[in-house]
């Protein structure tokens, strides 16, 4: 974390200063603005968080509630996910406050005994072989709670005004503010009370119930499956060995799906209620929670638990569901989307697989810097249509996932051939819930691959996988993507071939090319965040010598950045080589990564026109 920029900072300083729409913003809701967020769930308050980054945009989030989210139903945090939160700064402290999944184990019938469990298999969490993010569980809420938090002491100042309520909206085209959307007040004096406001963009981020997804003509496609699961959070006393290690487990009498929670004792457990009748009309979610914690100890048997106090419980049947459009453009319109769908509101499906708040923050993610990059001037209307292109088949690859898992949860020992089968698919399809399986197409704003065998580490449309570097600075070892944070920027890791007497020359030219994106009254940086990696030990390199391009000047003081050159050359501190780690060419090899961390060019060093047609076609000239 840099700070001191614009002078010394004595507080904390997370806490960016407030500029823009962040001075002397209104309490309450303006009559017109930038972009309206409706819903305060994990993509909207990630939206909230990211948009306050961009605090010449006017961006304000309702919420029908009247405070923040006392306890979140969604709990599984994603190692993509805790690589985006690192982005938004907060990792490590709610890595520090989660449980880390180091295991999970899988019980299975007795064969000398079928009616009684044992442990079958230990697995070591997929989280520990494919990413250095750690697989956590935390309350939704306290997710919810940090972003609040990265909204609030963003420049925008972002905070949501709570107690509001979405009622409906209407497109008007050719309007400066198109979106006329009617909301009520749902508490305190105003309650009751109706008004029109009006919105260049409104994000619909409210849930599996969306009224905005109601209000477009959106349709949830898909079905409910014939089955039932009780989950509840509970603290007990047990005399169940892995009590405290996630479990898959499978007996006679059903199936459960156990999760120890954060804070030692809390434990969330998926209970297998069976087959739903043809004619039950949802009557199973009637169950009472004392028949959940009976079946629970059946299937344990014998084994049992002691409930002692109920956090939280539900009972549903498992729905895959993807709606029929992300936006608000039908057909073969070519019109600007004005009205998007994120989350729950265009993807709903079991909670078994730890997907749906980390899909749902990706899709805010997705959407809040192209909204914020547009909204500012960087880059084209066009660039909306890309959200849909998207996101929606990354919901359908999750539905189809789901299915998958779900119904291999849910399977009697009788059906079951192979022990393994559920340990092994686990193991083998790591790399999608984790959230690192995410490919996106060729775009305006995501690259063809023809140079993708210079850095064949780094796959055109996935997530920029980052691996420990040098900082030439200082000597630290540093991981060179974990230095990206969530403002908006663009990077472009230039990476030296051996000597680096071609990145002088790669430099000179593309230097003015990124300039000629970047408002002439805005830092060097404002737009792209340049770094170079050497392949030099880091004693040998010259930092003064270094092209100026890595060395921009910034803030109102004009400071040098002394952090954006590094090596990759091994040393006590760093046993990593990312041209080997990454398949980086050693001839040199240029590449830019979208605001929110996913490869969009792989360049040679001399492709400089490449790059320069490239930034043509996704932004807009300053």
């Not at 700070?3 to 309490?27: K, L, N």
């Not at 457990?269 to 169950?287: F, I, K, M, W």
């Amino acid at each position: 974390m840099q700070f001191h920029h614009h002078g010394y900072v004595s507080e904390d300083p997370r806490v960016a200063g407030a500029a823009g729409t962040g001075i002397d913003r209104p309490a309450d809701l303006p009559d017109e603005m930038d972009v309206l967020i409706v819903g305060s769930g994990p993509a909207g308050m990630l939206m909230a968080a990211q948009m306050s980054q961009f605090p010449g945009v006017t961006t304000r989030i309702i919420e029908r509630r009247g405070g923040r989210l006392p306890l979140g139903q969604a709990d599984g945090i994603q190692p993509r996910s805790v690589e985006t939160f690192a982005a938004f700064g907060f990792a490590e402290r709610i890595t520090a406050e989660a449980y880390n999944i180091a295991f999970m184990n899988f019980w299975g019938p007795d064969p000398e005994n079928p009616g009684n469990i044992i442990r079958t298999t230990r697995t070591e969490d997929y989280g520990l072989k494919i990413s250095e993010f750690p697989h956590l569980i935390v309350n939704q809420a306290r997710v919810l709670d940090y972003f609040a938090e990265a909204a609030e002491i963003g420049p925008g100042r972002i905070t949501p005004d709570y107690g509001v309520e979405f009622l409906g909206l209407t497109v008007h085209e050719g309007d400066e503010y198109p979106v006329e959307v009617r909301v009520r007040y749902a508490a305190g004096e105003r309650e009751g009370e109706e008004r029109t406001i009006r919105a260049k963009y409104v994000a619909g981020c409210d849930g599996a119930r969306s009224r905005v997804r109601e209000a477009i003509g959106r349709q949830h496609v898909g079905e409910f499956s014939a089955h039932a699961w009780g989950v509840m959070d509970i603290m007990v006393e047990t005399d169940f060995p892995d009590w405290r290690t996630k479990c898959a487990i499978n007996a006679e009498a059903g199936n459960i799906l156990h999760i120890p929670r954060e804070g030692g004792y809390l434990s969330r457990v998926y209970v297998d209620l069976g087959e739903v009748a043809a004619d039950d009309n949802h009557q199973v979610r009637s169950t009472p929670i004392e028949k959940v914690i009976e079946k629970a100890n059946e299937i344990l048997y014998p084994y049992s638990l002691d409930v002692k106090e109920i956090a939280w419980s539900s009972v549903y049947e498992v729905g895959h569901r993807v709606t029929d459009g992300f936006d608000d453009v039908s057909g073969a319109s070519e019109r600007t989307p004005r009205v998007f769908l994120t989350g729950d509101a265009c993807h709903t499906h079991s909670a078994k697989a730890g997907q749906g708040m980390n899909v749902s923050m990706q899709d805010g993610f997705n959407l809040g810097w192209k909204l914020g990059s547009v909204l500012t001037g960087r880059n084209p209307e066009s660039l909306l249509a890309t959200f849909t292109a998207e996101r929606q088949p990354v919901a359908q690859q999750l539905i189809d996932f789901d299915r998958e898992w779900s119904s291999l949860m849910a399977r009697k020992p009788e059906e079951i051939s192979d022990p393994q089968e559920l340990s092994n698919y686990y193991l083998a399809t790591a790399e999608f819930p984790s959230g690192f399986m995410t490919h996106y197409s060729p775009s305006a704003i995501t690259g063809t691959d023809e140079h993708q065998s210079l850095a064949a580490g780094f796959p055109l449309g996935r997530r920029f996988k980052s691996v420990e570097v040098v900082r030439v600075c200082d000597g630290n070892a540093v991981h060179l993507g974990h230095h990206a944070r969530a403002d908006g920027r663009w990077r472009v890791y230039v990476f030296a071939d051996a000597g680096g007497s071609r990145v002088g020359e790669w430099a000179s030219v593309a230097g003015p090319v990124l300039a000629g994106f970047t408002p002439s009254d805005a830092d060097a940086d404002a737009i792209f965040d340049v770094k170079a990696i050497y392949q030099d030990a880091y004693e040998d390199i010259d930092i003064l010598s270094v092209p100026k391009l890595f060395l921009p000047k910034s803030g109102p003081l004009r400071l040098t950045d002394w952090e954006k050159v590094y090596t990759a050359a091994p040393n006590t501190w760093c046993k990593d080589d990312i041209f080997a780690e990454r398949e980086v060419s050693r001839d040199g090899v240029v590449v830019v990564v979208r605001p929110d961390q996913y490869v969009a060019a792989v360049l040679p060093l001399d492709a400089t026109a490449e790059l320069e047609s490239f930034l043509k076609g996704a932004f807009l000239p300053a």
